[in-house]
T-cell receptor, first 113, second 112 residues
Framework: NAGVTQTPKFRVLKTGQSMTLLCAQD?????MYWYRQDPGMGLRLIHY???????AKGEVPDGYNVSRLKKQNFLLGLESAAPSQTSVYFC????????????FGDGTRLSIL | DAKTTQPPSMDCAEGRAANLPCNHS???????VYWYRQIHSQGPQYIIH???NNETNEMASLIITEDRKSSTLILPHATLRDTAVYYC?????????????FGSGTRLQVQP
């Protein structure tokens, strides 16, 4: 069971570069989420999606874009990377239903120089 | 979402039960109690959730007080692999944001 898979696992970027983080889930979940976690802090929601073709902003959306063209994939894009975006990025997914738990990937560690 | 209070750290001997407390005195009637944990360098892992009745699954037991103002997560036989940060999260049925709010959690260290 793969669950939630994130690629890449590590990446180093230069300021101003762009990149896309990929999240794939094989559990047929309707909802998907992107969080970031900074050292010593809890997770903060960047964007989320409640279904294919639908996305919404979370707590810290600035500087990021997302797309959900297929139900199983949720992409997070950094348009012009900044050092403040150095973080660990986690993707999660859950079934429809408001008490369903979220299942997380193992994260992408991103450093912006 | 209701605020939760957890001790910052706890130790437990391997093979013994680990009892992790959480205070959520402002919880409202439609809010569930969730527990997640995060092992170093991994993504958070769902453990268990409950509304007002005690719950048990293959990982843990959740005891919620009758007034629902506090709860305890019980790992019945802690192993070294249970060393992690444990998060107690109170979440209503529909936040509209569908986000999980992770506080500081309790860092559980299981000692050999």
């Amino acid at each position: 069971n793969a669950g939630v898979t994130q690629t890449p696992k590590f990446r180093v970027l230069k300021t101003g570069q762009s990149m896309t983080l990929l999240c794939a889930q094989d559990m047929n979940h309707e909802y998907m989420y992107w969080y970031r976690q900074d050292p010593g802090m809890g997770l903060r929601l960047i964007h989320y999606s409640v279904g294919e073709g639908t996305t919404a902003k979370g707590e810290v959306p600035d500087g990021y874009n997302v797309s959900r063209l297929k139900k199983q994939n949720f992409l997070l894009g950094l348009e012009s990377a900044a050092p403040s975006q150095t973080s660990v990025y986690f993707c999660a997914s859950s079934s429809r239903g408001t008490y369903q738990p979220q299942h997380f990937g193992d994260g992408t560690r991103l450093s912006i120089l | 979402d209701a605020k939760t209070t957890q001790p910052p750290s706890m130790d437990c001997a391997e093979g013994r039960a680990a009892n992790l407390p959480c205070n959520h005195s402002t919880i409202s009637g439609n809010e569930y109690v969730y527990w997640y944990r995060q092992i170093h360098s991994q993504g958070p892992q769902y453990i268990i959730h409950g509304l007002k009745n005690n719950e048990t699954n293959e990982m843990a037991s959740l005891i919620i007080t009758e007034d629902r103002k506090s709860s305890t997560l019980i790992l019945p036989h802690a192993t070294l692999r249970d060393t992690a940060v444990y998060y107690c999260i109170v979440r209503p049925l529909d936040t509209g944001r569908r986000a999980l709010t992770f506080g500081s959690g309790t860092r559980l260290q299981v000692q050999p």
